[in-house]
T-cell receptor, first 113, second 112 residues
Framework: AQSVTQLGSHVSVSEGALVLLRCNYS??????LFWYVQYPNQGLQLLLK??????LVKGINGFEAEFKKSETSFHLTKPSAHMSDAAEYFC???????????FGTGTSLTVIP | EAGVTQFPSHSVIEKGQTVTLRCDPI?????LYWYRRVMGKEIKFLLH????????ESGMPNNRFLAERTGGTYSTLKVQPAELEDSGVYFC??????????FGNGTRLTVT
């Protein structure tokens, strides 16, 4: 069975501090991994994706994520939080053999001035 | 290019009523998905169209939900009759094969 676990439904960081949002997956086959962001009253936007190329993936707005197979993780990081980063973040997994995407429960990020 | 559009953005209905949600995917995207998020929980898959055909409807909760995609363009999701537990945000997404999903802004459904 495939699943995605996001540790921490709410994360608060100070402006300028490191952002770390955790995502672990379980899969019996090599996955594709994604991070999506949802700003208030908007749809989900793709932040970045891993599709079996470089394990360190850079996305938009200064975010990056590293695929670690040994840890089955795909944590999202940003060196310095900005107020505009406040949003909900979703980790998702899909597979080359199919078209279905599986999402985590989401992590709400608050940035404190 | 125009993104995925969903209508309405909000809907408040009473238990037992019918609601129809609409999704217009990005032009040329054969894959169309419906997802639902109940408050505080994960985004759950409902079903997947490839053009006008239902590829996978394993996530549909029960037979009160009916999705269609006539002509392989826009899709509708009808809930009839609506129950309280149907409340949530319904997302539509579209994609080309092998590409990430492009999401609409969602329809927030409240059943009272």
């Amino acid at each position: 069975a495939q699943s995605v676990t996001q540790l921490g439904s709410h994360v608060s960081v100070s402006e300028g501090a490191l952002v770390l949002l955790r995502c672990n997956y379980s899969s019996s086959v090599p996955p594709y991994l994604f991070w999506y962001v949802q700003y208030p009253n908007q749809g989900l936007q793709l932040l970045l994706k891993y599709t079996s190329a470089a394990t360190l993936v850079k996305g938009i707005n200064g975010f990056e994520a590293e695929f670690k197979k040994s840890e089955t993780s795909f944590h999202l990081t940003k060196p310095s939080a900005h107020m505009s980063d406040a949003a909900e973040y979703f980790c998702a997994v899909s597979f080359p053999t199919g078209n279905q995407f599986y999402f985590g429960t989401g992590t709400s990020l608050t940035v404190i001035p | 290019e125009a993104g995925v559009t969903q209508f309405p953005s909000h809907s408040v209905i009473e238990k037992g009523q019918t609601v129809t949600l609409r999704c217009d995917p990005i032009s040329g995207h054969d894959n169309l998905y419906w997802y639902r998020r109940v408050m505080g929980k994960e985004i759950k898959f409902l079903l997947h169209f490839v053009k006008e055909s239902k590829q996978d409807e394993s996530g549909m909760p029960n037979n009160r939900f009916l999705a269609e995609r006539t002509g392989g363009t826009y899709s509708t999701l009808k809930v009839q009759p609506a129950e309280l537990e149907d409340s949530g945000v319904y997302f539509c997404a579209s994609s080309q094969r092998g590409s990430p999903l492009h999401f609409g802004n969602g329809t927030r459904l409240t059943v009272t």
